[in-house]
DNA sequence: CATTGGGCTTAAT
DNA sequence: AATTAAGCCCAAT
């Protein structure tokens, strides 16, 4: 039972730290790599519990539109846009485009 | 116990 | 390609 769910962060947790700088992941990809392909909305409420100096790449995560799932001009929005650019995205509103060549 | 709202998704227009 | 509607699941109220 909540073991389930414990369970069920640790491996979002761990999909999410193997992801590599440039990569990017839908929440419901990622809910499906953590064994749980229905739960696209509770890897949102653990990536928005995540402390604020985590490690973890939380950046890379984006809605199955490839885009930043937060409203354009909130400051959540403005801290993931800034991260993803700063791995090379070119970011046009809330949408993630083709990343610049290294 | 029912309602509501989230860093969502998919299918159908 | 853009918008809408209906699903989904947990936690907080």
């Known amino acids: 039972m909540n073991q ?7 491996k979002v947790l761990f999909v999410l730290s193997h992801l590599d700088s440039g990569e990017v992941i839908s929440y419901g990809e990622l809910a499906r790599q953590a064994e749980h392909p229905n739960h696209a909305r509770q890897v949102g409420q653990i990536l ?3 402390p604020r100096d985590t490690q973890l790449p939380w950046h ?5 539109k490839r885009q930043i799932s937060f409203s354009e001009g909130s ?28």
């Open 48 to 50: 928005k519990r995540l």
């Open 75 to 102: 400051a959540a929005y403005y801290r993931q846009k800034i991260a993803l650019e700063a791995e090379g995205w070119i970011i046009c509103g809330q949408r993630l485009l083709a990343k610049e060549a290294p």
């Open 60 to 64: 890379r995560v984006v809605n199955s």
């Open 4 to 10: 389930e769910i414990d369970d069920f962060k640790t």
